[in-house]
């Protein structure tokens, strides 16, 4: 006898760098709503373990999930070619998030994301219709997702500094369809859905100008009715949301995933653990602009830290570092502005100032507040409940449906 059987060649192991597992983990968490295969994902892992490059990796499977949907299509097995590209959508996603910003290849794997969730959405029977939103010269993309019944609520969402408006579907789309709720998943500048096609843009403090007129375009849609509109901000959407609810009293509930109303004082909480804050580390004389990154010493800045510190600065629409980080002073908001009924969601794993934001945000908010933090126990501890996603929207889409649904 050979002696060979065994139970499965994969096993289940993450990486030692943490943001690649944290990576890992928000790939395996969009499986509860189609996003991926736990086995894809664990096999891809596998190959960066044994040295191939992440955005690679997740690229070639990307391209087969393409292929095999292409093939299942094309014998009339709807079904399973919407299964297969909605699993390419999300690993183009991953393959986007670690190439370079603003690069070709870039901006390909995001288009490459789009087309695919787009070629899902042609063989669903769930009303899906792109939309594109003229702002200040730009176009900002969006997507409507239409619920089974007339009396729908409606749920406007944004994602934040790295998440797609595909990413969002599975995070809150799936959830939000099956009870019954309206979706606009939107984007503003700056973001990566926008960048996708908008490459100057760049974050702006009054996130207010971008999401009133989405709710503008929310308003005038049949069947919406106007005072049931509710607000999601995920991740650093958390601070988009929040500044546009301090503003805007069409918004009936506010859902912030984290509250973020002091973006200077979260993002250098961010990088401390990599280098200090920035503003106390570097002297002026030490500040370093886009053209100067590449020349900095690998044994200086790494090549991570200056792939972060190249986008930042991008991102934000500033020439410096120094500059971005004193930009992001201007990104502010006063809780004690928001009127509407609010809740705040964070993980105890996504640290001090995050949970200490979140104390204040319930602390200040204008109107009533509640809030959930999510612990280890509750597999939801990470940033945005990524582990967890089934818990955090039971916990979201209660609270909504108890406050205007």
């Keep these: 006898m050979s002696g060979d059987t065994r139970r499965s060649t994969t096993r289940v192991a993450g990486f030692e760098d943490a943001e690649l597992d944290f990576q890992l983990l928000r790939q395996l968490g969009s499986v509860a709503y189609g996003g991926a295969s736990v086995g894809e994902t664990l096999a891809v892992a596998e190959q960066i373990r044994g040295g191939k490059g992440w955005t690679e990796a997740f690229a070639e499977l990307a391209e087969r999930q393409v292929a095999d949907a292409d093939r299942h299509a094309e014998s009339g097995h709807r079904i399973s070619a919407r299964q297969r590209y909605l699993h390419a959508a999300n690993s183009f996603r991953a393959a986007e998030y670690f190439a370079p910003y603003g690069t070709q290849r870039h901006v390909e794997l995001g288009l490459a994301s789009r087309a695919a969730f787009g070629s899902a959405m042609q063989q669903d029977p769930v009303h899906l219709e792109e939309l594109w939103l003229p702002w200040r010269g730009q176009r900002l993309p969006g997507y409507w997702l239409s619920a089974a019944r007339s009396d729908a609520p409606t749920l406007l969402a944004t994602s934040g500094f790295d998440g797609t408006l595909e990413e969002s579907y599975f995070q809150v789309g799936v959830e939000g369809l099956q009870r019954g709720w309206n979706l606009m998943l939107i984007c503003g500048p700056g973001q990566m859905d926008t960048a996708r096609t908008e490459p100057d843009t760049h974050f702006v403090p009054d996130t207010e100008s971008w999401i009133t007129p989405w709710i503008d375009v929310a308003v005038t849609r049949p069947g919406v009715d106007p005072r049931r509109l509710a607000l999601l901000g995920i991740s ?170």
């Design 236 to 405: 650093f959407g958390g601070y988009f949301a929040s500044r546009a609810a301090a503003h805007e009293s069409r918004i009936a509930a506010l859902v912030a995933n984290s509250p973020v109303f002091d973006l200077h004082a979260y993002m250098v909480s961010f990088v401390a653990g990599v280098s200090g804050d920035p503003e106390e580390v570097l002297r002026p004389e030490d500040d370093f602009g886009l053209a100067d990154i590449d020349g900095i010493p690998d044994r200086e800045m790494p090549p991570t830290i200056k792939e972060m510190s190249r986008s930042l600065i991008r991102r934000f629409g500033q020439t410096t570092f120094l500059e971005t980080f004193a930009h992001l002073r201007q990104f502010t908001v006063d809780p004690g502005r928001i009127h509407c009924p609010s809740l705040g969601l964070v993980g105890t794993g996504e640290g001090q100032e995050p949970l200490r934001q979140y104390d204040e945000f319930r602390r200040r908010v204008g109107g009533s507040a509640e809030g959930r933090v999510f612990s280890p126990q509750d597999g939801a501890d990470t940033h945005c409940q990524l582990g967890n996603l089934t818990l955090s929207n039971a916990v979201m889409y209660d609270w909504l449906d108890k406050t205007i649904g």
